[in-house]
């Protein structure tokens, strides 16, 4: 498994689980990070914002998760930058929902040598025009 699917891994168990800390943990905490998701107004730089906008969709009566189905990663010095293409889905109790997600960033890093993300961009990404 590469290093980004197991870090995109890691980040949806925490999603689907609504375990702020799990969650929290995939980022670097020695530097600042930036994560936006697909909502409006989703964009948290740092730690503190991550935890008060998570704590906020980790409440929601619905948990996220998503499944890789291509990704891509690019080592460029001591980071990876990395785009994926997934199956999201939303779980309400026994039903899931799938819809389509992406997800880029880069990972570096942390003082443990572990990778983890600096920037995370979630996004739903349109059918577009039939061909």
């Given at each position: ?117 600096l920037l995370l961009h ?10």
């Amino acid at each position: 498994m590469s290093t980004a699917t197991e870090a995109l891994l890691a980040l949806s168990e925490a999603f689907r689980a609504r375990d702020l800390e799990a969650a929290l943990a995939c980022f670097v905490e020695e530097a600042a990070f930036t994560y936006a998701g697909s909502e409006l107004g989703e964009v948290a730089c740092g730690k503190e914002e991550l935890r008060d906008l998570l704590g906020k969709v980790f409440s929601r009566e619905v948990s996220y998760s998503w499944t890789p189905r291509q990704v891509w990663e690019s080592s460029h010095g001591p980071h990876l930058l990395v785009l994926a293409e997934l199956t999201g889905c939303v779980h309400t109790g026994l039903d899931i929902e799938e819809f389509a997600y992406r997800i880029s960033g880069v990972l570096g890093h942390d003082k443990e040598d572990r990778w983890r993300w600096l920037l995370l961009h979630g996004a739903e990404p349109s059918p577009g025009p039939p061909p």
